[in-house]
């Protein structure tokens, strides 16, 4: 394939034609796409707006991409293998023509229930191949969607729904995770009551369990699908209409909306999914991470389908039944290319090697990172345990807005070294500033990673408020992108990410912003002001440490970290929980009031001896009262 690379030189040519010549590099890729009208110019864009554009005036249906493209020459080659939670289960494969039968059969489905071109779906739904299907039947049809993680609150999926203005949900009854059965349905029947912009839910049956079916609104997907036709005609699309909205946190407010477009995002997620996993006809890749993310989106979903790949999905957990299980999958697959988190490898560390011992892995040739820096430490164990030495662990680095993996070693090809992320991709200009804008030019410097010219899967703008996408990516360092991680050039020139320098933290490859969990807490009644920091955490990366102000009269500590803890759950989710409450009589301010969270940090990682001049503070007393507290 013209778009492959195959040698470390063949890398830094195409590196240098994509910087040189940024518009004919990419419409030599874009090329080999089925464009149902070509663009008229390859690319517009500028930063201040920002207003950026791919592919200018093309027309395309990313789905016919995925499905028609693959017809004639594999048709019969499995596109997803889903495996189920329970071992036992029989794993279902679903081939590109079954899988181009069922899209199109549901595309037609959801327009019988009155939804079309530019309307906004919500998808919440656990990891079935429905998940999937669902994508691909809204972009079939060019109607927008939305996936939100299943294991978010009602609050929170009411809040998304909201905020996008869905016009349908599409769900299951339950989820099957682990030895639990957790109920799904319920949650959007609760969700439902504080929005009123939905008018249909189609709901898949998945696990058996009692539902309520609300007459007129609810549907069942075997249901809605029953006798409906299985030939569609994919909508014309523009390469910048809209093909979904993911929601993601940052420092300030509430989640916003990283709007993708079709044509940019088309390309990017194929070119970087065959170049840094380089996949081959025939292998089996799988990623483990879920729909609900950005990771599921590009690199379950639309990069290997695009790529004409074999993906594999997988319902469950990688402790279930047993903590082998991650590797019996790899050897019942056969999977040739395995893309996880840092923190499941930790969590799966700390088994020890006798659950993956048992496993031959023969069948890998490419494993992979995401999501969180990879500690040196969990590198080495991946490497050496599951990789058995011998095949390249390509850390990739990326995020909601890059749409597609922007730094990452491309396997094989590249070098690797452990904890870099290495290497930007083609197409794909880093800078490095200080805090004050000034660009860091050679090696061995450190600062804020920023980029300065668009790549074709960067976010468009955050949904319904362009200024704010403005204010959070593209102002701090005018001109520039800026990503809000710290990063590390060192003397050969490779990229270090040394983790977030904004209020975000990361748990468990998760983003989560502390505005979010404060205001969470700050819900409970005899809370009265809050604080949150990530700190050092074993296996999750981050966690989170919540400061808390309370109002004690007649309370016990303990039961009211218990019950801040279940009102973090129930507003956000179980991901949000803080891993420890202390309470405490106040919060260290300025002279301004604002609370040092540098401060708070350190103590939350036991950092005690470093914690920097104190004495400006409004309350400088409450340092030690917090450190008494904390145990230090
Ligand atoms: C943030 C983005 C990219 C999909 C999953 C997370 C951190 C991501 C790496 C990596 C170090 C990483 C960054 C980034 N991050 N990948 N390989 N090494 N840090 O997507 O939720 O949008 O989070 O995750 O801090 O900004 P996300």
Redesign the pocket.
């Known amino acids: 394939m013209s778009d492959r690379i195959h040698s470390l030189g063949g890398y830094f040519h195409e590196y240098q034609k994509s910087v040189q010549d940024p518009e004919n590099f990419w419409a030599r890729i874009a090329d080999s796409f089925h464009w149902q009208k070509r663009w008229d110019k390859v690319l517009d864009w500028n930063f201040e707006g920002p207003d950026v554009k791919w592919f200018v005036n093309g027309k395309l249906n990313i789905t016919e991409n995925i499905l028609e493209r693959h017809l004639f020459t594999h048709g019969d080659k499995p596109a997803i293998i889903w495996e189920p939670n329970d071992p036992n289960e029989i794993h279902v494969t679903l081939t590109y023509k079954q899988l181009h039968e069922k899209v199109c059969q549901f595309a037609n489905a959801m327009k019988a229930q009155g939804v079309g071109k530019g309307d906004r779906v919500i998808i919440y739904i656990p990891m079935v191949p429905e998940a999937a299907i669902a994508m691909l039947a809204c972009a079939r049809i060019g109607a927008v969607h939305s996936v939100v993680f299943a294991g978010f609150s009602a609050t929170s999926l009411s809040d998304r729904i909201i905020d996008c203005q869905a016009k349908m949900v599409i769900t299951s009854d339950g989820n099957f995770r682990g030895n639990k059965q957790i109920p799904v349905k319920a949650v959007v029947d609760e969700a439902l009551t504080t929005s009123d912009t939905i008018e249909k839910v189609i709901v898949l049956k998945r696990t058996g369990q009692e539902v309520t079916m609300n007459e007129g609104v609810d549907i069942w997907w075997h249901d809605a699908i029953e006798g409906v036709s299985t030939h569609n005609i994919a909508e014309v699309m523009d390469s910048e209409d809209l093909l979904f909205i993911l929601y ?2 940052g420092s300030t407010g509430k989640p916003k909306g ?1 709007v993708h477009t079709c044509g940019g995002y088309m390309i990017y997620t194929s070119y970087s999914f065959k170049n840094v996993f380089q996949y081959d006809q025939g292998d089996v890749y799988w990623c483990t ?1 879920d729909v609900g ?3 599921g989106h ?1 690199y379950i979903v639309y990069g290997p389908l695009l790529a004409g790949a074999t993906s594999v999905m997988f319902e469950g957990v990688p402790t279930y039944p047993d903590p082998g299980r991650f590797w019996a999958i790899c050897d019942k697959h056969k999977v040739n290319q395995f893309y996880t ?2 923190t499941a490898i930790r969590a799966l560390q700390a088994f020890g090697t006798e659950p993956v011992e048992p496993y031959s892995l023969e069948s890998l040739k490419v494993i992979g ?6 500690n040196e430490e969990a590198w080495h164990w991946y490497h050496d345990h599951v990789g058995k030495g011998r095949c390249p662990l390509v ?8 749409g597609g ?1 922007l ?2 070693p491309l396997a094989g090809i590249t070098p690797t070294k452990p904890a870099y ?1 290495t290497l930007p991709l083609p197409g794909v200009q880093l800078t490095i500033v200080d805090n004050e804008g000034n660009e860091l030019k050679g090696n061995s410097v450190q600062g804020n990673l920023c980029i300065k010219f668009p790549w074709p899967s960067m976010l468009r703008t955050t949904y319904g408020d362009h200024e704010r996408c403005k204010q959070t990516y593209f102002s701090s360092f005018p001109g520039y992108y800026f ?3 710290g990063v590390k050039r060192d003397e050969d020139g490779y990229y270090r ?4 320098v904004d209020d ?1 933290i ?1 748990v468990s ?3 989560m912003g502390t505005a979010e969990v404060e205001n969470a807490i700050n819900e409970h009644p005899k809370v009265v002001e809050s604080a949150v920091v990530g700190y050092p955490h074993d296996i999750k990366g981050q966690g989170i440490y919540a400061y808390v102000i309370c109002d004690m009269e007649g309370r016990s500590e303990e039961s009211l970290q218990a019950e801040i803890k279940q009102t973090v759950t129930k507003i956000i989710g179980p991901i949000a929980r803080p891993d420890k409450i202390q309470i405490v009589p106040g919060l260290p301010k300025t002279r301004s009031g604002k609370i040092m969270r540098r401060i708070l940090r350190k103590i939350a990682s036991g950092e005690v001896d470093s914690l920097g001049d104190t004495s400006t503070l409004l309350n400088p007393d409450i340092v030690e009262a917090i450190k008494t507290g904390a145990g230090l």
């Open positions: 993601t946190s990283v991470a993310w950005i990771t590009s988190a840092p990172s995401v999501g969180e820096p990879i850390d990739t680095w990326w995020q909601t807005e890059t993996i730094i990452s992320a990503t809000g991680d990410i040394l983790g977030r975000v990361n490859g998760h983003r």
